[in-house]
């Protein structure tokens, strides 16, 4: 048994190395003995990294890995040579590979496998997603505050005649002004796009497919030295931001660091169950739990004590100016307390 642990250049973040095996068990040998040789050898290797490993096992013909280590699969499930598979190769991580036979090597009396990996990256697994930006400038912003300026915002504020149109009115207004003195433009957000790219960088890049395909070296290794000052630079800078962002003492923006740097994606909760007609019973007995009990008693009880607490002189006034001071101290971003407003 030979036992060779590799550290590839590039390896998913999961694996720390790659412990590859080769075990060869004589026809006529001990199975047993060898197998549990090789399971003692294994468990060494899981107990010095047992969740940041990946094994390989090849020339087991007479036993079954399976058999003593079950977690293991069998990625070679094809015959090699006649109706006989040789060189079996089993891993701890399931379904990373699919196998393609090839011919056999020289004079060789068996074929050869090859095993592809089943990954696929992002700019092939997901689609391009396009989305609508609003550009703003200098011009845009001054054309927008003389829309404003000359608004006659009674016109609105009489026509109306709750707040919810009123509300509704000055912002389908406001929405209207901004469309009109802005430009919109359709952008492609491609998987792999890194939070760090700018457009100096990605300006950089065409310029250098320009050059590579002008044949002119000297200039294409001139655009590839500006390309990684570049990305030193961006980096820098995006790093920097990212710890703005952790002493700007804003939790919002904290955690939105902090899921960015462990590339964190929530999985998104089934909203609706298998069985609808169980679903919908749920919902009804949850919202109406409270239409079952008559609570017109306790509450003819608690208006009468209220009205009695209260002298008949006493008015309760609440001006323009102590609303603003409550809803002023709400934070918009943070989740609402036990009475759903503060």
């Given at each position: 048994?030979?036992?060779?642990?590799?550290?590839?250049?590039?390896?998913?973040?999961?694996?720390?190395?790659?412990?590859?095996?080769?075990?060869?068990?004589?026809?006529?040998?001990?199975?047993?003995?060898?197998?549990?040789?090789?399971?003692?050898?294994?468990?060494?290797?899981?107990?010095?990294?047992?969740?940041?490993?990946?094994?390989?096992?090849?020339?087991?013909?007479?036993?079954?890995?399976?058999?003593?280590?079950?977690?293991?699969?069998?990625?070679?499930?094809?015959?090699?040579?006649?109706?006989?598979?040789?060189?079996?190769?089993?891993?701890?991580?399931?379904?990373?590979?699919?196998?393609?036979?090839?011919?056999?090597?020289?004079?060789?009396?068996?074929?050869?496998?090859?095993?592809?990996?089943?990954?696929?990256?992002?700019?092939?697994?997901?689609?391009?997603?396009?989305?609508?930006?609003?550009?703003?400038?200098?011009?845009?912003?001054?054309?927008?505050?003389?829309?404003?300026?000359?608004?006659?915002?009674?016109?609105?504020?009489?026509?109306?005649?709750?707040?919810?149109?009123?509300?509704?009115?000055?912002?389908?207004?406001?929405?209207?002004?901004?469309?009109?003195?802005?430009?919109?433009?359709?952008?492609?957000?491609?998987?792999?796009?890194?939070?760090?790219?700018?457009?100096?960088?990605?300006?950089?890049?065409?310029?250098?497919?320009?050059?590579?395909?002008?044949?002119?070296?000297?200039?294409?290794?001139?655009?590839?030295?500006?390309?990684?000052?570049?990305?030193?630079?961006?980096?820098?800078?995006?790093?920097?931001?990212?710890?703005?962002?952790f002493t700007s003492n804003n939790l919002?923006?904290?955690?939105?660091?902090?899921?960015?740097?462990?590339?964190?994606?929530?999985?998104?909760?089934?909203?609706?169950?298998?069985?609808?007609?169980?679903?919908?019973?749920?919902?009804?007995?949850?919202?109406?739990?409270?239409?079952?009990?008559?609570?017109?008693?306790?509450?003819?009880?608690?208006?009468?004590?209220?009205?009695?607490?209260?002298?008949?002189?006493?008015?309760v006034t609440v001006t323009t100016d102590?609303?603003?001071?409550?809803?002023?101290?709400?934070?918009?971003?943070?989740?609402?307390?036990?009475?759903?407003?503060?």
């Amino acid at each position: 048994m030979l036992t060779v642990v590799l550290k590839p250049f590039y390896l998913p973040r999961e694996f720390t190395k790659v412990t590859v095996n080769v075990v060869y068990v004589h026809p006529k040998a001990n199975t047993i003995a060898a197998m549990s040789t090789v399971t003692n050898h294994v468990h060494e290797q899981q107990n010095q990294s047992p969740r940041w490993s990946y094994t390989c096992y090849r020339g087991l013909y007479t036993a079954n890995l399976r058999d003593y280590l079950p977690k293991y699969e069998l990625y070679v499930d094809m015959p090699t040579r006649g109706n006989r598979t040789l060189d079996l190769c089993y891993g701890n991580v399931p379904g990373v590979y699919k196998t393609k036979r090839l011919p056999q090597l020289g004079n060789s009396d068996h074929c050869m496998v090859s095993l592809l990996p089943k990954y696929r990256f992002k700019l092939k697994t997901l689609k391009v997603h396009k989305k609508c930006v609003t550009i703003w400038n200098e011009n845009a912003c001054e054309s927008l505050k003389g829309c404003f300026a000359s608004t006659d915002w009674f016109v609105s504020i009489n026509a109306c005649d709750n707040i919810d149109d009123l509300v509704d009115t000055v912002s389908s207004y406001i929405n209207f002004c901004v469309d009109t003195v802005t430009e919109k433009k359709e952008v492609k957000c491609y998987p792999n796009n890194k939070p760090w790219v700018s457009k100096e960088l990605k300006a950089l890049l065409n310029e250098k497919k320009k050059a590579f395909k002008s044949k002119i070296k000297e200039k294409s290794d001139r655009k590839q030295k500006q390309i990684v000052s570049c990305i030193k630079n961006v980096k820098e800078e995006y790093k920097q931001k990212l710890k703005q962002n952790f002493t700007s003492n804003n939790l919002r923006t904290t955690w939105k660091s902090i899921k960015n740097i462990v590339c964190y994606t929530p999985k998104e909760a089934e909203l609706y169950s298998a069985d609808a007609n169980s679903y919908v019973n749920k919902l009804n007995k949850f919202f109406g739990r409270f239409d079952t009990h008559d609570f017109s008693t306790f509450v003819a009880e608690l208006k009468h004590n209220v009205l009695t607490d209260v002298a008949e002189d006493e008015t309760v006034t609440v001006t323009t100016d102590d609303v603003r001071v409550v809803f002023s101290g709400l934070k918009v971003n943070k989740v609402s307390g036990p009475d759903k407003i503060s």
